[in-house]
């Protein structure tokens, strides 16, 4: 059985770092593009940043910039996604999502055929 788990979110302040860890079971990390994806507060979810399986590269959303890095660990079938200097934009839910695909764009939910329960972050108290 798939699953997929986030951890690592929780309430940090603005301009502070934050490291959120996708655990993978049942399922190897590195045989697929793993995207993570955030829902804020009364939004939809949107994809910020995607690493492909094959070469590792990393395709990150024009809205976020190099805030936010993906990456990965073969070895413990792990993925991270390591966000610095954060706002209140930043509060939501936070998701990955897998394929063994290479969707042509990486940031439609709808190409993923697994997802974690989520893990929410929030900026500011």
């Known amino acids: 059985q798939v699953q997929l788990v986030e951890s690592g979110g929780g309430v940090v302040q603005p301009g502070e770092s934050l490291l959120l860890v996708c655990t993978g079971s049942?399922?190897?990390?590195?045989?697929?593009?793993i995207t993570w994806f955030r829902q804020s507060p009364g939004k939809e979810r949107v994809g910020l940043v995607s690493?492909?399986?094959?070469?590792?590269?990393?395709t990150v959303a024009d809205f976020v910039s190099d805030r936010f890095i993906i990456t990965r660990d073969r070895a413990n079938n792990l993925s991270y996604l390591k966000m610095d200097n954060m706002n209140a934009e930043d509060t939501g839910t936070y998701y990955c999502a897998t394929t063994p695909t290479r969707p042509y764009d990486p940031f439609i939910a709808g190409e993923y055929e697994h997802w974690g329960q989520g893990t929410q972050v929030i900026v500011g108290a």
């Open positions: 690493i492909r399986s094959h070469d590792a590269m990393a």
């Open positions: 049942g399922i190897k990390l590195e045989y697929q593009t």
